[in-house]
């Protein structure tokens, strides 16, 4: 029957599919559409928690953005630690990868236990880490001090705060490198093959051949890690901004911990909101311009 | 990478140790395996390291919790016992385990339904609305954080554990298109059969397209059930006001990092920090035991619908 009229809607099947996706449009219309939207009329608008009526801003809280020095210090700081840590994420993650998808055996034992650290909660991740970065008797300094160097104070000295929320980045970087092993293993064996009788050695093989057919792989890891470096929270937040009698270094103020310090303990929700939209408008760009890169260099296979 | 001496490189073989034997007809060099996995060894011991040196300092003296040894001078086994004093941990685990186990059932019964109106039905505006569920998985989180807490706050629902697994009633991007991909794969002819027996679009689904989906099931769930395990922002940000035995785990660790933190007053019993981080991570690690291959599996598929 439905391949008689095969070009015409079934009427029936119509609806039934409609209600099968029911759930999903309503959840959208509210957790989505709507929020969004309440969201942008609340960054417009003065916001009053205890009653939760609106009074129109105008531009007052966008302008509040301007003139408050710490929203562009935590954007530079969220800038900063993307800046480092997607590259050294992908780059870690994809080396890894690489290792796994050669030795052949043992590699499932090795990939196991790269990925327990994906395992961890955060909060115990963020615990552990408390006293292995610390300057004086962390193990990561004693571990440096052994070989002669004297590590920096980590969870104290401004410069080094940021590094040391990559050093816990780049420990769960198994996920990525799982996304990686994945796109390796679609990797034809025989293009390699015709690429050593060729003469092409290993380098050249990663550059010509890897490289190229895991592009897409790349690109998507690139812009998934983006969007998560920008929005970086639990580590920063546990490490930092947990004990509010705490003095945390300003540069360990990242863009989401600051948002969540306007909303949930400033209640200031009308700039949180324009906070919020500005990093989505940010991450919108941002994607737009990865995604205009990618579609030079990456390479899609035929079918999907 | 260069040292990883593949195929072609450098060939100053010299036989040192047996080789492990080639499985494949491509020729390897030993010492490149040998490289390779003594690279291997020494990652692994960089990823267990501070999980090994969890387990050691959830063992020891209050004392020594920072001296680094990876087996502890006195150990200290009555750490397990008096951390159930020290915190409400008991309470915290089942609030966990809970609030899991409720997002992750609901999210993958919810994904698994809109999926599959998505994979059989034929009808108007499908690839547009499927085009924008995968669009929201774009979304950054931050975004919708304060509406929704806002939305929440009028149901009148703050305060209890609706937020932190109400919306995964309404299905969740990324396994609507895990689920979607699994039917797909089934042969339509299954349910063709069915309809002429009379079975409903329901029975379709739930007696046949459910049962046979129970792998990618499985991967929607035990996803789900990480993620919800993990949430610190949601607790922070819902159950933080409420009584401490309210918490989740991961907001109880928080909690005890504060109320033990060695800044709180000179060294303080961090080593019960130590037993409740390992608390909220054994279950975790338990859970990857048993399905290891879904998780891998799960990860994998994500990086191909790019």
Known sequence: MEALKARKYNRREAIAGYLFISPWIAGFLIFTLGAMIYSLAISFSHFNLATNKMRPGGLDNYRALLDDPRVAGSLKNTLFFAVLAVPLEVMLALFLAILLNRVGRGAGFFRTVYYLPKMTPAVATASVFLLLLNGNTGAINSALRSIGVEGPQWLVDPAWVRPSIVLMALWGVSGTMVIFLAALKNVPRDLYEVASLDGAGPVRQFFTITLPMISGAVFFNVIILTIAAFQVFDQAYLLFWRDQTNVAPESSLFYAVYLFQQAFRQFNFGFAAAMAWLLFVILLILTAIQVRIGNRFVYYEGER | ?306
């Open chain 2, 1 to 306: 990478m260069a040292t990883t001496a593949p195929p072609a490189a450098v060939s100053q073989a010299g036989p040192s140790t047996p080789p492990p034997e080639p499985r494949r007809p491509r020729r390897r060099w030993p010492v490149g395996q040998i490289v390779l996995t003594l690279l291997l060894i020494g990652f692994a011991l960089l990823f267990l390291y501070p999980l090994v040196w969890l387990v050691a300092a959830s063992l020891k003296p209050s004392g020594q919790v920072f001296d680094n040894a990876l087996i502890p001078h006195t150990w200290r086994f009555d750490n397990y016992v008096e951390v159930w004093d020290q915190l409400p941990l008991l309470h915290w685990i089942f609030n966990s385990v809970a609030i899991a186990f409720l997002a992750a059932a609901l999210v993958s019964v919810s994904s698994s339904v809109v999926a599959f109106g998505f994979a059989y039905f034929r009808f108007p505006g499908r690839s547009v609305l499927f085009g924008l569920v995968l669009a929201t998985m774009m979304l950054p989180a931050s975004v919708t954080m304060i509406p929704t807490y806002l939305i929440w706050k009028q149901t009148g629902l703050l305060g209890t554990w609706v937020p932190l697994f109400g919306a995964n009633l309404f299905g969740s991007a990324f396994y609507i298109f895990l689920q979607r991909q699994f039917f797909l794969g089934l042969p339509r002819e299954l349910f063709e059969a069915a309809r002429i027996d009379g079975s409903s679009y329901w029975q379709m689904f739930w007696r046949i397209a459910m049962p046979l989906s129970i792998p990618s099931f499985i991967i929607v769930f035990l996803f789900e059930f990480q993620a919800a395990w993990n949430n610190f922002q949601g607790a922070l940000i819902y159950l933080n006001a409420g009584s401490v035995e309210g918490f989740t785990a991961p907001l109880g660790v928080a909690y005890a990092m504060t109320k033990y933190s060695p800044t709180a007053g000179g060294q303080a019993d961090y080593q019960y920090v130590m037993v409740a981080s390992l608390l909220v991570t054994l279950p975790m690690l338990l859970l990857f035991s048993f399905g290891q291959r879904y998780f891998i599996e799960g990860v994998a598929t994500q990086g191909r619908k790019g």
